[in-house]
Nanobody, 121 residues
């Protein structure tokens, strides 16, 4: 059973960088045919796909966030990390790390419990 757990600060100041790490157990992030995804939930936007890093290390980002987002991984720790730069209060929300499959239809089968991030001075 794959399990994902988000970790990181719950409070970030405006203009700073938000950094969250997802630790995966029960499966390797290098296993073929899976994406490792960050999804944000807020009352204003609902669920928002932020980006992926694939089993092969290739990344893909939401066009709306691409200029400020990086996702990278540490295969030795079986972790992947989201960095969102120059945050504003609009970045406040519940952040989930998720495993999804690469084949169609795409399924987001395994979710972390989510971690609340508030952007405020």
């Amino acid at each position: 059973q794959v399990q994902l757990q988000e970790s990181g600060p719950g409070l970030v100041k405006p203009s700073q960088t938000l950094s969250l790490t997802c630790t995966v157990s029960g499966g390797s992030i290098t296993t073929n045919d899976y994406y490792w995804t960050w999804i944000r939930q807020s009352p204003e936007k609902g669920l928002e796909w932020m980006g992926d890093i694939g089993y092969n290390g290739i990344t893909d980002y939401s066009p709306a966030l691409k200029s400020r987002t990086s996702i990278y991984r540490d295969t030795s720790k079986n972790q992947f990390t989201l960095q969102l730069r120059s945050v504003t209060p609009e970045a406040t929300g519940l952040y989930y790390c998720v495993r999804s499959n690469t084949w169609w239809p795409r399924g987001f089968a395994y979710w972390g419990e989510g971690t609340q991030v508030t952007v405020s001075s």
